[in-house]
């Protein structure tokens, strides 16, 4: 703080009295000297003044400063708790936005399930007749067969006749049009050529070879053996007649049933040396060479092919099952006897499984479906 400057008036002198010889001084001048004086007593009392109002000022100044530093203080403290509780406020926002995602999401659920259960009952016929044609579709492309979307479509119609809905009535014509197509398609019987080919294999063991103990006897070495079998007969009736021509003493008799004895052992051994030789034709020379000891080997390569072809066919590879059977085929017209009824019915059998085993394409029901999208789309 600045002190009041003072100012020091010297005081006055006493004035020497004047000698005689000097003049006298003019009257105004004391008036003069007074009236400096209060002058300066005024700028005195006007530095006092300003100088108290500035010591005023500076500790007003100092203490505005202080409550300026409090309320900056003040101010930190409150932008620290400003800014903790946007963080929390932002964190809840963020969490009452994932809430309303939730709600809007199950609010979206809920519309759709009331809208599915708020559907008509037109809608429901639709709905069901469409999946059903669709997964017995996917079962016809699996399996091969026509039958699943046969009696699926069969099923369709009968409820669609039971609903007798006029705007449905579209649908019900598509449904018998595509069943009409479906049926007229043959399909392939897989039981029944899987049941043929494993009667084929149950018989490849009785099938005849051209060589060997199996050669099947002609109708001409047939009739011999019976021939042969009668004339047997016929000798043993002849004894036992000459036993009892013998018995009762008949000459004549015994020489006609020895005649007729004799006869019949010659005819019985020119049967059995004309068995001795037998001539038989083979086309294939390679079938001749085959060893006894080998013929089983040549049954089990047979039943080996059908069993591949039965195996391709159970798996719907229907190329795989004619190789199969036409090289089954051969080694029947090759190595077995086909003048045997068992390898002619063999060769039958292979022959119907041929001609039925081969990829059949099923019509897919596309006007069903058009008709039930446009009733769908029509609601």
């Not at 007969?233 to 007729?260: F, H, M, Y």
Request: glycine share 2%; aromatic share 4%.
């Amino acid at each position: 703080m600045t002190e009041p400057i003072s100012a020091v008036v010297p005081a006055a002198e006493p004035l020497a009295p004047p000698p005689p010889s000097t003049p006298s001084l003019p009257a105004w001048l004391p008036w003069l000297l007074a009236l400096l004086g209060a002058a300066v007593l005024v700028c005195v009392a006007l530095a006092w003044q300003s100088l108290s109002r500035q010591q005023s000022l500076e500790q007003e100044l100092v203490r505005r400063q202080e409550a300026s530093q409090a309320q900056a203080t003040e101010a930190r403290l409150a932008a620290k708790q400003s800014a903790d509780l946007v963080r929390d406020t932002a964190a809840k926002v963020s969490l009452l936005e994932a809430r309303l995602a939730e709600v809007a999401l199950q609010r979206g659920q809920l519309e759709e399930l009331i809208q599915s259960m708020s559907r008509s009952r037109d809608e429901n016929v639709v709905g069901d007749i469409e999946a059903a044609i669709r997964v017995a579709l996917q079962q016809t492309q699996i399996t091969g067969s026509a039958e699943p979307l046969v009696a699926t479509l069969k099923q369709a119609d009968e409820r669609l006749l039971r609903y007798k809905q006029p705007r449905l009535e579209g649908v019900r014509r598509a449904v018998a049009r595509d069943l009409d197509r479906v049926k007229a398609v043959a399909t392939v019987d897989v039981s029944t050529l899987t049941i043929k080919l494993d009667e084929v294999v149950r018989m490849a063991d009785e099938l005849p070879l051209l060589t060997g103990g199996d050669v099947v006897s002609s109708p001409r070495d047939e009739r011999r053996a019976d021939a042969a079998a009668k004339a047997r007969e016929q000798a043993l009736r002849l004894q036992r007649e000459q036993a009892a021509a013998a018995a009762e003493g008949q000459l004549s008799l015994w020489w006609w049933q020895a005649t007729q004895q004799l006869s019949s052992w010659t005819n019985i051994a020119w049967g059995e040396a004309k068995t001795l030789l037998r001539v038989t034709r083979i086309d294939h020379p390679e079938a001749a060479l085959i060893a006894p000891d080998q013929s089983f080997f040549l049954r089990e390569n047979l039943k080996l092919r059908l069993l591949n072809a039965r195996l391709a066919l159970l798996s719907r590879q229907f190329d795989t099952t004619q190789a199969d059977l036409r090289d089954s085929q051969e080694m029947l017209n090759r190595y077995f006897d086909t003048r045997s009824r068992k390898v002619a019915s063999v060769a039958e059998l292979l022959r119907q499984v041929a001609g039925q085993a081969r990829q059949v394409s099923v019509p897919r029901p596309d006007d069903t479906l058009a008709a039930l999208t446009a009733a769908a789309a029509g609601r």
